[in-house]
């Protein structure tokens, strides 16, 4: 009999997760009490990347990642992977050498110097191109919401039951062993439930007795109306992160990821953050005719010391979350479902174990 799998959250996580459990026969529900995507997968900017990792195993879990989505594009014959690359530049004292010592530290990355005329070049409907720039070139973006959809859809053909609407009251224990979850659909019973449930999961857990610190940080992203095509890659300037939808949607983002000097402003001002963000975008792009589209503020789901969380936290119930959830979702999903179907225990995943917190202060 298929084992039963319940994965509470329909983010890219566990879309792309209920995705591959179903892909490998399991028997998958997948439950949100809103839409699939819509929260912090379509709140994203969607850079898919192994740029400046902060320790190897790190940067070797990205690079697989980079490989994971190349994997599942191919397989699915397209999942809207876009843009050729990264250019990155910053103000102040930043060099090139520096930004490629960072970038490769850990090992080998295609990144190398853009001089002036190359850039304007690659992108000529940007303003001031930069004297020197780092082009990355293996990195992409996908828009998080569309993707979550497309695999969840994936996953309902290959017999996933899809549940929206009704919030996930409580898990089931019996006999030392979480069997199911308590919803507004009633008392779903499973062999393993999955909370891929972002930046819920450090309080669901705790009601658990379970520990897994978060620090969960704000970010704002500004679509504009669809136009057409004028940027080629990723742009990370140093006012805004830019790049363009193969739908003509070009996606801003703030520069610091909800870490910067003016980080505040998303919270007590989002209206002249969004305008400041937009401002940005004209002032890069003259010729453009760039008009709002939507504004979103969301919450990133962050673990305490910034890596991810991902693994068994007790008998039939694991979690994974992280920020960086757009990159690393292709590979986690592959990951954690060789672990649950399997017991397949995936070195890639040992430094990131949510036990690593028991006795964090």
Known sequence: MPQQILVIGAGLIGAALGFRLSQAGAQVTLIDMGAIGGATSARSFGWINAN?????????????????????????????????????????DWSTEA?????????????????????????????????VSVLTSDETALDGRAAAERLVAE??????RVLNGAAVEGLVEEGGRITGARTGFGTLRADHVVLATGTATGRILEGLGIRLPMDNRPGFILHSRPVAPVLN??????????????????VAGEVFFGEGPNSAEMTTDPLGFGDRLLAAMRVRLPGVAIEPLRAMLGTRPMPADGFPAVGEV??????????SGVT????LAESLAAEILRGEAQPLLAPYRPGRFDGWT
């Open 52 to 92: 400046a990792p902060d320790t190897p195993e790190y940067f070797a879990l990205r690079c697989e990642a980079l490989a994971a989505w190349r994997r599942l594009d191919a397989e699915l014959g397209g999942i809207g992977l876009s843009g050729q690359g990264t250019l990155t530049w910053y103000a102040g």
């Open 155 to 160: 996953a309902a053909r290959l017999g996933a």
């Open 233 to 250: 890659h990723i742009l990370l300037t140093p006012e805004v992160h830019l790049r363009q939808e193969p739908d003509g949607r070009i």
């Open 328 to 331: 690393l979702s292709a590979i």
């Open 99 to 131: 930004e490629i010592a960072a970038v490769t530290r850990h090992g080998p990355y295609a990144a190398r110097v853009v001089d002036r005329d190359e850039f304007a070049r690659l992108e000529p409907a940007l303003a001031d191109p930069p004297e």
């Open 314 to 323: 007790a008998p039939g119930l694991s979690v994974v979350t992280t920020h």
